[in-house]
C-alpha cells in the first residue's frame, strides 16, 4: 500500500504540517474493499507500509461521519435492519471512507460507528460497542460539547435575538471547554484502552478555524442568514468570526494535551498522534469561509479550494426574499422555496421543516436539539434527543462541516501522522515529502502478486484516456476517474487517473499525457525478464506533476511464481449419443470466458454441434491447479483430430498436453 498512500499526503506537509507525534512509550504493559488498491509486501522496517492495519474502525462526531461530504452511505428506505449508516448521516466522502479505500484490501474488518450530532458521551458508548483487538482507529470529538448548534443557530444562521444570545452559548461553551470537556475526553482514551492491540495507533484528528479574519465583506457584502424572521440579524464581524476561530484553537490545545497526557500514561500499550490539519486551510490554501477571494456563492469557482459546506451568502436582486419583513405564512412559505431552489437538494421537499404549518418555529426548535445530550446546551431537553441527520435535511445540517476537499485533507494528515508515529515504533527516520513531482513506479518491484494480460492493456488503454471525463463534485480530479475492464475474469485490471497531492482539482486534464503516460507504464515495466517469459504486466503508477495514472490488476490469487507458459487438461468421454468433454487451462483464455477463443475454435474444428457450454474461472487458481474450467458436449470421434492433437488449443496459444478419454 506504499505507493498510493504517500500520493495522497499534500507536497506542502514538508514545509506545513504540524502532525502532532509523541515520543513513544514503551510499555510492558461494513463496505466492501476496493480492488484498486495494490497490497505490497509486508517490510517491517518500511512506515509507508500499510499491510499492519487488518482491524480499522473510526468513532466520533458529524466531521468523523462525513454528513454531505459525498453520497450517504444508505437511504431511509434502504437501510437494512440494525444499520445506521442512514440515521448518523455517514457519508462516502468522509476521511474514514477515504483512508479505508487507500488501506485497501489488507484491512479485514473495518468498524464505522461515528455519528452525526454525538456528543463524548455518546462516543464514549461507541467506542463501547467496538470489537476489539483494534490496530487503528481514527476519530474527531468534542466539537458538539462546546454546543456547536447552538452558536451556529444564534450567531450565524438565525441570529435574530441578539447578541446576548450568541454572547450566551459562547459563554456556555467556553465554561463547558475550561471544566468538563477535558475529562470527557480522556474518559474516551480510557475507553479505547480495552480495544487497541498493542503497538495499535490512534489518530485524534483536530477542527480547523473556520474563518479568514482579513475584512468586513463576510459582515457587509453576504447575508449568512437562511431565513428572514422579520427583524436585524447579527453579522458575521471580524470580531465574531475571531470568536469562532479562538474556540476551535482553544478546542485543538485541549485535545494535544489529551493526546500528551494519553502518550504519557505507562499503562497504555498503544500509540497516538494528534493531527492538525486545520492548517491546511488557513495557511496551505485559500480554504476557509469569509476569505476575500470569496464571491459568496457556493461552489465557488473564484475560491475553488475551500475545505467547508457554507450557504450561498451572495446578496442577489432577489435577496429581499430573506431580507424583508416576511410576516404571513405564505411568504415564509416563500423562503424556504428559495431556500431549496438554491440547494437543488429534494430532502427539504419531504421534511418535517418544509411540512410545517410554522416553517421558522420549527427551524429554531429543529437547530436547538440538533446536537443530543450535552449538558447546557440552550435547546437541551430530556425529552428532546433529535440528531442532526434527523429532521432537519443533511444539506442544512452539512454547513459549517469539511466538504470533499476538506476530507481528503483531513485523511492526507492523518496519514501522514500515521506514517510519522509508526515511524517511531519500527525505530526508523520518517520518510519527508519527495521534492521531486515525477514519479515513477512499478508494481512487481513493490512485491505485488497481481498480473493481467499485456494485449488486452495495450487494446484497451488509449480508448479509456480518450473517454476520460472530470468527476462530478467539489474533489474534481482529486476524486479520479477509473474504469474496470475484463470484470470476473483472472486478467481484470483497472486503469485510473487522478489529481496528485500537487494539484487543485482544477487542473486541466491533458489526453495526450494520459496515453504517453499509460503506454509507459505498461511497456516499460515488467520486460525483458526470464523469469517472466509470457511478459505478464503488474501494472504500476506514474505521478507527473498534477497528475497521477495508474494501470493495476486485480487478480492476485493466480498461479505464482508466475506462470512461464500455458498448461491445462482435457478429457473426452464417448456417451453413445454425444462426447463430452472437461478442459481446464491456466494462461489463455483468462479474459473472454471463453467465447472468443476457446468456444470459437472448438466450434470451427468440430464443425459446430457444440452444446451444453459452461465456462467458469477459479476464485484461487493456486488451490484448484487451474485459472478455468469448460464443459461442453460434441458430437461423437471429435477428439484425435480437434483435442488429442492439441489442434484447437493451439490456436488460442493454449496447451494441454493431448487429450484423454475415449471419444
Excluded at 460539547?145 to 444564534?154: E, G, V, Y
Excluded at 515488467?526 to 494501470?551: A, I, L, S
Aim: with cysteine; glycine share 8%.
Amino acid at each position: 500500500m506504499k505507493a498510493s498512500l504517500v500520493s495522497a499526503v499534500p507536497a506542502l506537509l514538508a514545509s506545513a504540517v504540524e502532525a502532532h507525534v509523541l515520543p513513544t512509550v514503551q510499555h510492558g504493559n461494513n463496505n466492501s474493499t476496493p480492488k484498486e488498491s495494490h497490497i505490497l509486501a509486508r517490510v517491517d522496517s518500511d512506515p509507508t507500509d500499510f499491510s499492519w492495519v487488518k482491524r480499522f474502525a473510526a468513532v466520533g462526531d458529524s466531521f468523523t461521519a462525513g454528513i454531505g461530504s459525498g453520497a450517504p452511505l444508505a437511504s431511509f428506505l434502504t437501510q437494512a435492519v440494525g444499520n445506521n449508516d442512514w440515521y448518523c448521516a455517514r457519508y462516502d466522502t468522509s476521511y474514514p471512507e477515504i483512508m479505508y479505500k487507500e488501506l485497501g484490501k489488507t484491512v479485514e474488518d473495518f468498524q464505522y460507528v461515528a455519528c452525526s450530532g454525538d456528543r463524548t458521551g455518546d462516543i464514549y458508548t461507541q467506542i463501547q460497542g467496538l470489537e476489539g483487538d483494534l490496530d487503528l482507529v481514527v476519530m474527531t470529538a468534542g466539537g458538539n460539547d462546546l454546543c456547536l448548534a447552538s452558536m451556529i443557530k444564534s450567531c450565524v444562521f438565525l441570529p435574530f435575538s441578539g447578541e446576548d444570545a450568541c454572547t450566551s452559548v459562547i459563554d456556555i461553551a467556553q465554561n463547558n471547554l475550561d471544566s468538563i470537556l477535558k475529562d470527557n475526553l480522556m474518559q474516551l482514551m480510557e475507553a479505547l484502552d480495552d480495544k487497541m492491540k498493542d503497538d495499535g495507533i490512534v489518530i485524534f484528528n483536530g477542527y480547523a478555524q473556520f474563518f479568514n479574519t482579513e475584512n468586513e465583506d463576510c459582515a457587509t457584502e453576504q447575508d449568512w442568514t437562511l431565513l428572514a424572521l422579520g427583524s436585524d440579524p447579527l453579522t458575521l464581524t471580524i470580531e465574531r468570526r475571531k470568536t469562532f476561530n479562538n474556540l476551535v484553537v482553544q478546542i485543538n490545545d485541549l485535545i494535544q494535551g489529551v493526546v500528551n497526557d494519553t502518550a504519557a500514561n505507562s499503562k497504555y500499550n498503544w500509540h497516538i498522534g494528534f493531527s492538525n490539519w486545520g492548517l491546511w486551510p488557513s495557511d496551505g490554501v485559500t480554504g476557509q469561509m469569509c476569505d476575500p477571494a470569496s464571491t459568496g456563492v457556493y461552489p465557488d469557482t473564484a475560491q475553488p479550494n475551500l475545505q467547508f459546506f457554507k450557504p450561498d451568502t451572495s446578496i442577489k436582486s432577489d435577496a429581499e426574499l430573506k431580507k424583508r419583513d416576511v410576516g404571513g405564512p405564505a411568504a415564509k412559505r416563500e423562503a424556504f422555496d428559495e431556500v431549496m431552489r438554491q440547494n437543488a437538494e429534494t430532502e427539504l421537499y419531504n421534511s418535517r421543516l418544509y411540512n410545517s404549518a410554522n416553517p421558522q418555529a420549527e427551524a429554531l426548535h429543529m437547530l436547538d436539539s440538533r446536537a443530543p445530550t450535552a449538558p447546557g446546551c440552550p435547546g437541551d431537553s430530556a425529552n428532546d434527543t433529535t440528531s442532526l441527520s434527523l429532521g432537519l435535511p443533511n444539506f442544512i445540517g452539512k454547513l459549517f462541516h469539511p466538504n470533499e476537499l476538506g476530507h481528503y485533507t483531513i485523511a492526507s494528515w492523518a496519514l501522514q501522522t500515521i506514517i510519522d508515529i509508526r515511524a517511531e515504533v519500527l525505530d526508523v527516520t520518517a520518510p519527508t515529502c519527495a521534492t521531486n513531482l515525477d514519479q515513477f513506479t512499478c508494481y512487481q518491484k513493490t512485491g505485488s502478486t497481481a498480473y493481467t494480460n499485456e494485449d488486452q492493456l495495450n487494446e484497451k488503454y488509449e480508448s479509456f484516456c480518450k473517454g476520460v471525463t472530470k468527476p462530478a463534485g467539489i474533489a474534481g480530479w482529486k476524486a479520479g476517474y477509473r474504469k474496470t475492464y475484463l470484470s470476473g475474469t483472472p486478467d481484470e485490471f483497472v486503469l485510473s487517473v487522478y489529481g496528485s497531492a500537487y494539484s487543485s482539482g482544477e487542473n486541466e486534464y491533458d489526453e495526450d499525457e494520459c496515453i504517453n503516460s499509460m503506454s509507459r507504464i505498461i511497456n516499460s515495466c515488467d520486460g525483458n525478464d526470464p523469469d517472466n517469459p509470457m511478459d505478464w504486466k503488474f501494472g504500476g503508477e506514474y505521478t507527473r506533476g498534477n497528475w497521477v495514472y495508474r494501470v493495476s490488476p486485480q487478480r492476485d490469487t493466480r498461479p505464482w511464481p508466475v506462470m512461464k507458459a500455458a498448461s491445462g487438461s482435457c478429457k473426452g468421454w464417448y456417451k453413445g449419443f454425444f462426447s463430452s468433454y472437461t478442459i481446464t487451462g491456466s494462461g489463455f483464455s483468462d479474459y473472454d470466458w471463453g467465447q472468443k477463443t476457446l468456444l470459437k475454435e472448438a466450434k470451427s474444428c468440430v464443425g459446430g454441434g457444440i452444446t451444453h457450454w459452461k465456462f467458469t474461472y477459479s476464485e484461487n487458481a493456486v488451490d484448484d491447479g487451474y485459472e478455468w474450467k469448460a464443459t461442453f458436449r460434441t458430437p461423437i470421434g471429435v477428439r484425435r483430430r480437434c483435442f488429442k492433437n492439441n489442434k484447437v488449443v493451439t490456436e488460442i496459444n493454449g496447451f494441454t498436453d493431448g487429450c484423454g478419454g475415449n471419444d
